[in-house]
């Protein structure tokens, strides 16, 4: 029980209504009265999101709670990440202090975009559809001669995989909390992927500026969830800032370097040359363009970097402001030119001595992936085609288009988790560019949807799937990509069926024919009996049969139905155990209609 005599119950981000009403043991005709009182219309088994699921806990008495996800085996064994394991052999005396990768995290419309944007003095948000920030970037501020390095993530709540891979490649997180709204779930989201990574956390207060902000009850929320405020005891720093107003920007860099100071953050410039790919794109012109955070070494033009199973020459390499850079230190991102192929964000990359020894690792790792695809048992297009025909197949074939890498993983990770127990979703290709007339022929063959985000369809593309009828489905907002992808699987679902009783008998006396069938000697005591319906034969409690009758007949004569206060005769069908005084229930199956 908690303090103000409510009972407390945990809730995921998305919940059915079934579920909900078993959390709390109530019916779930009751919770969908609630939910109908406050203007929304949902059936047993739709899902509903946390707020609308605490605001109906609350009217029955609940205090709700978000359900955090659990760490993962990785981050609860307290492993490090693979590129510091990679620099573990360093020599401690050559570490020296290299600026801090920041990340910032927070609840969608909170600020984190207009923050950065503050921090940078450049207008993201304008340009984003949406406003969402959509690609990850990197960036570099600068105060009294010490440097920050800024990872950009898209900050809607889709992208919990995303933020989870922000929060272990940054050495510190800036969760971004409106001081006019507080802490929200997807607030509570950050906070776990930060502490699941051991990353130290700073809280930027934004919108300290507006008439309505109520900075003491963030704080106290704050609190509530693992963060208490240093100025009230606690071991987080708390920055009033107004991103709008540009107040207190530099109050947030000061902390940034104050916890960095307090952080083992060091790095080998003259050491072997590792880091991260955080976004790759095609450019028609410069061909394939990677981001890369170097995070120990020196990167510099010409070396010859490896990144997940691509390699190349580094022809040139810029940076964020786009000026050309012959070397990149510790922390600091550049754009580089020279892989032969669009590495994947996230991948660590690598200098390697020779061209022989970069083929040699790509092998390796093309051997390794080639096996783990071995063991995991695909059927062929052709297969599944057939499959899906004959009804055997219950999943929705999907082909992904996206402008940059860096778009890519998160989409196909919230695609994942969309899939609805029988109803999988199966992502026949997900890779970077314009919709194709090769993507068109590969959805025809495997009737599949073509989903792009931020891309255009060829023209030759969009005549293809006229002459194929494919569906070509563009989105520039992220969340209405999922939206409808959900949708699409709910119309995919097979019906759901309710039992509905509509009559019983008592066995009165048992007949048994020339070929030892026998038949029951009833008396319909309630609602009726019918040829056509499913039965349940009860001996006291126990439910010895359930089937369907086999025959049921007055007198001499066949009969559909028989109603209460009649004789008959019923036959149930692969069914002989029958006895005197047995009850024989009557019920049909009706389908529910799917919202």
Known sequence: MSDNGHKKIEIPAMISVRDLAQN??????QIIKKLMNNGVMASINQTID????????AEFGFEASLEREPASEEKESGEVPAW????????EKSLIPRPPVVTILGHVDHGKTSLLDAIRNANVAAGEAGG???????YQVELKGRQITFLDT?????FTAMRARGAQGADIVVLVVAADDGVMPQTKEAIAHAKAARVPIIVALNKIDKPNANPDNVKKQLGENGLVPDEWGGNTMVIPVS???RQGIEDLLEAILLVADNSDIRANPKGAVIGTVIEAQLDKSKGPVATLLVQNGTLETGDIV??????????????FRGRKVQKAGPSVPVSVMGLDDLPSAGDLFQVVESEREARRIILERQEKARKESMAQKKASLEELFARFQAGQARELNLILKADVQGSLEPIVNELNNLSKGEIKINILYAETGNVSENDVLLASASQAIIVGFNVQAEVSARRLAEAEGVSIRLYDIIYRLTEDIEKALKGMLAPEFTEKAIGKAVVLQVFTLSRGNRIAGCKVTEGEVRRNSKVRLLRGKDIVFEGEVA????????????RQGFECGIGLKNFNDIQVGDVIECYVLEKTRLE
């Open 154 to 158: 898209p900050g809607h709540a889709a």
């Open 84 to 91: 510091r394991q990679m620099i573990a052999d360093e020599d």
């Open 132 to 138: 969402i920030t959509q690609h990850i970037g990197a």
């Open 243 to 245: 991103a709008k107003q």
């Open 24 to 29: 709390m043991d109530v019916s779930p005709i």
């Open 50 to 57: 946390y707020d609308t699921a605490a605001i109906v806990a």
């Open 551 to 562: 025959s049921l007949r007055h007198e001499k004569e066949d009969v559909r139905e028989m």
């Open 306 to 319: 490896v990144a997940g199973t691509t390699f190349g020459h580094l022809r040139a390499m810029f940076d």
